[in-house]
């Protein structure tokens, strides 16, 4: 069992390309699968209007309109062919959310492995086919989905011939309260997606690494979380950013989960099962006897007959001579 472990930049670069580089070396460092970026800019994903419904209520992000949000927290389109030839050189995967048919098309011409939906995006199912069409794996957040849509948009993708589909359990809350993420949906999202061939994990905005140990241990085969060098430096997305030390941290605790889980398996441990309890002699027992509580008991160690013969064998009687301390066997009843 492998969890892939997705380290999201976002607007963390904080507009500086080297800072970027760094988030991609120390991702790769930490032991992250992979670096996820977003391709879009303010003009592709919402217009500069600040009629009411544009603006931004509450939260990290209260009093902005989301024109400039996005102005401020986009990835600018010309590093990025530069960001994913640094990712392949060091060896840690490089891809993107795009946003708009053309996000789609610029990240085709540098390659990508593979395309995210962004919760926001997972209704726009034009777009998921349009990502779809080019057959990568495709990865779907379902933050504001209900489960109708969720199917729909598996349904999108498979109407565009792909069939490699993993849905992310979502909270788009900024940051996410632990009272809010119900990650045992990921259990039931397994139960009733798996037979549709679909791999389910997590996009977590909270700033603990419990939701994400949670759905490793249901079954989660994608973990998403956002990355920073240092909350202190700002970018738009800090304010539910894991720092490099936590990050690690949470990688860490997945493949201890990993390693506990293991596999199905009911074989015994002979070594520890030689001190499971068995039946002896607690007093010293004359041939013709009746066995009895007070002669017989349930005692560590194994070497006797098991337990569920007890009841059996006060119905019997000494058929030899047993001293204290000798282990019961069938040819000592009679």
């Known amino acids: 069992m492998h969890t892939y472990i997705i380290a999201e930049m976002s607007a963390n670069h904080c507009g500086d390309k080297n800072l970027a580089k760094e988030i991609i070396k120390k991702a790769k460092e930490i032991g992250a699968d992979a670096v996820k970026i977003q391709t879009y800019t303010a003009d592709t994903i919402t217009i500069d209007c600040k009629n009411p419904e544009f603006m931004i209520k509450d939260g990290l992000w209260d009093g902005q309109s989301l024109y400039e949000l996005y102005k401020k927290a986009y990835t600018p389109w010309e590093w990025q062919g530069e960001l994913k030839q640094y990712a392949d050189k060091i060896g840690i995967d490089f891809f993107s959310t795009p946003f708009d048919y053309t996000a789609v098309d610029f990240l085709e011409s540098i390659n990508v492995p593979c395309y995210k939906i962004a919760s926001f995006e997972a209704i726009d199912y ?150 499971a309890r068995s039946l002896y002699a607690v007093k010293n027992i004359q041939k013709g006897e009746k066995f009895t509580s007070e002669n017989v008991r349930s005692i560590r160690p194994s070497n006797g007959l098991e337990p569920k013969y007890y009841e059996e064998v006060l119905t019997k009687t000494a058929n030899c001579d047993i001293k204290f301390g000798t282990p019961l066997k069938t040819e000592f009843l009679s």
Do not use: W
């Open 126 to 275: 034009p777009l998921i086919k349009y990502a779809a069409k080019f057959g990568k794996p495709m990865i779907i957040s379902t933050g504001i989905s209900s489960f109708k849509e969720i199917q729909e948009a598996v349904e999108a993708c498979k109407s565009a011939g792909n069939n490699d589909i993993t849905l992310l359990k979502c909270t788009s809350s900024y940051p996410a309260e632990l009272e809010d993420m119900n990650i045992i949906t990921i259990k039931d999202m397994i139960e009733k997606f798996s037979s549709q061939g679909v791999k389910i994990g997590l996009s977590d905005h909270s700033m603990s690494i419990i939701p994400v140990v949670s759905a490793v241990a249901l079954g989660a085969s994608v973990i998403e979380k956002h990355l920073t060098l240092d909350r202190s430096l700002g970018g738009e997305d800090s304010g539910f950013s894991l720092n490099i030390e936590e990050f690690h941290q949470m990688i860490q605790a997945v493949r201890d989960t990993e390693k506990a889980l293991g596999r199905v398996n009911y074989d015994i441990n002979e070594e520890n099962r030689k001190y």
